[in-house]
């Protein structure tokens, strides 16, 4: 399923090369490492398709993501790749999957808003994506976390192989943090890692609790407008701060259980 990526241009960068070798940097990977051993163990990837970036700290036309043919669960700081827009590998070795660079590349030059950009086919988001009318109901608490911050992405146009698919994606977006993409996953945005990790354990979460209920075979009967609005605003306010103990939470238990991620 997932593809190698070859960029179009052969052309290298100039010699001007950014400086990778900061602590802000360094922490980005270490960060964004956490992520994606955590998301193993909850089992929100897919094989070696599914991928994570971050705009590195300091620019906004550079991106750490995974490289083609690794599990989740085998990151380490170290491995992850950084590439400009046009599919260079500024550092690390290998390449990104050929899916993961056309998303994200467009996603990030297309949206600045979008530092960190996190793309699954987690298993009860995504089946709520193949499912008639807007995915998400905003029934149970959790799912008031993303209210009026979702979009649905309805063209699927088969796998993102080129720049155009790639900015179709990003013009689905619109304002959205949370993006459904029918027939094929998840695509959460934010400004921090931490942030991007809280909304997507929660999103699958939120999920996962609206399949069960589904599964009652009774109706599923939505939040008040009104209440869920307010419920929303409670919740947001402080989820920066809520999000990053969150994640400082995630490495505490890597540290304990397997600290090689940082590495």
Same mark, same amino acid.
């Given at each position: 399923?997932?593809?190698?990526?070859?960029?179009?241009?052969?052309?290298?960068?100039?010699?001007?090369?950014?400086?990778?070798?900061?602590?802000?940097?360094?922490?980005?990977?270490?960060?964004?490492?956490?992520?994606?051993?955590?998301?193993?163990?909850?089992?929100?990837?897919?094989?070696?398709?599914?991928?994570?970036?971050?705009?590195?700290?300091?620019?906004?036309?550079?991106?750490?993501?995974?490289?083609?043919?690794?599990?989740?669960?085998?990151?380490?700081?170290?491995?992850?790749?950084?590439?400009?827009?046009?599919?260079?590998?500024?550092?690390?070795?290998?390449?990104?999957? &050929?899916?993961?660079?056309?998303?994200?590349? %467009? /996603?990030?030059? *297309?949206?600045?808003? @979008?530092?960190?950009? +996190?793309?699954? $086919?987690?298993?009860?988001?995504?089946?709520?994506?193949?499912?008639?009318?807007?995915?998400?109901?905003?029934?149970?608490?959790?799912?008031?976390?993303?209210?009026?911050?979702?979009?649905?992405?309805?063209?699927?146009?088969?796998? &993102?192989?080129?720049?155009?698919?790639?900015? %179709? /994606?990003?013009? *689905?977006?619109?304002? @959205?943090?949370?993006? +459904?993409?029918? $027939?094929?996953?998840?695509?959460?945005?934010?400004?921090?890692?931490?942030?991007?990790?809280?909304?997507?354990?929660?999103?699958?979460?939120?999920?996962?609790?609206?399949?069960?209920?589904?599964?009652?075979?009774?109706?599923?009967?939505?939040?008040?407008?009104?209440?869920?609005?307010?419920?929303?605003?409670?919740?947001?306010?402080?989820?920066?701060?809520?999000?990053?103990?969150?994640?400082?939470?995630?490495?505490?238990?890597?540290?304990?259980?397997?600290?090689?991620?940082?590495?």
């Amino acid at each position: 399923m997932a593809h190698s990526f070859t960029p179009a241009s052969s052309s290298k960068p100039g010699p001007n090369q950014p400086v990778l070798d900061t602590d802000a940097v360094w922490q980005a990977r270490v960060d964004l490492a956490a992520c994606f051993r955590m998301a193993a163990r909850h089992g929100l990837e897919e094989g070696i398709c599914n991928h994570f970036s971050a705009l590195v700290p300091g620019y906004d036309d550079l991106f750490i993501v995974n490289p083609y043919g690794y599990a989740f669960r085998e990151l380490t700081a170290s491995k992850l790749l950084v590439c400009d827009f046009d599919g260079h590998v500024v550092s690390g070795e290998g390449q990104p999957e &050929a899916t993961a660079f056309y998303i994200h590349a %467009r /996603i990030h030059k *297309a949206l600045p808003r @979008a530092k960190v950009a +996190f793309h699954t $086919h987690m298993p009860y988001a995504t089946a709520l994506s193949m499912t008639e009318g807007p995915p998400l109901i905003f029934a149970g608490q959790t799912a008031l976390k993303f209210y009026g911050r979702t979009a649905v992405d309805e063209n699927y146009n088969g796998l &993102a192989l080129d720049n155009r698919e790639g900015d %179709r /994606i990003a013009g *689905a977006i619109g304002d @959205a943090d949370i993006v +459904f993409m029918k $027939h094929h996953g998840v695509m959460v945005l934010a400004p921090t890692i931490a942030e991007a990790w809280d909304d997507l354990y929660y999103l699958e979460r939120a999920c996962e609790v609206q399949c069960l209920a589904l599964s009652t075979g009774r109706k599923v009967v939505p939040v008040a407008p009104e209440i869920a609005e307010a419920a929303y605003r409670q919740m947001r306010d402080g989820d920066a701060e809520s999000a990053r103990l969150h994640l400082e939470a995630v490495k505490r238990m890597l540290d304990a259980e397997e600290p090689a991620y940082r590495t």
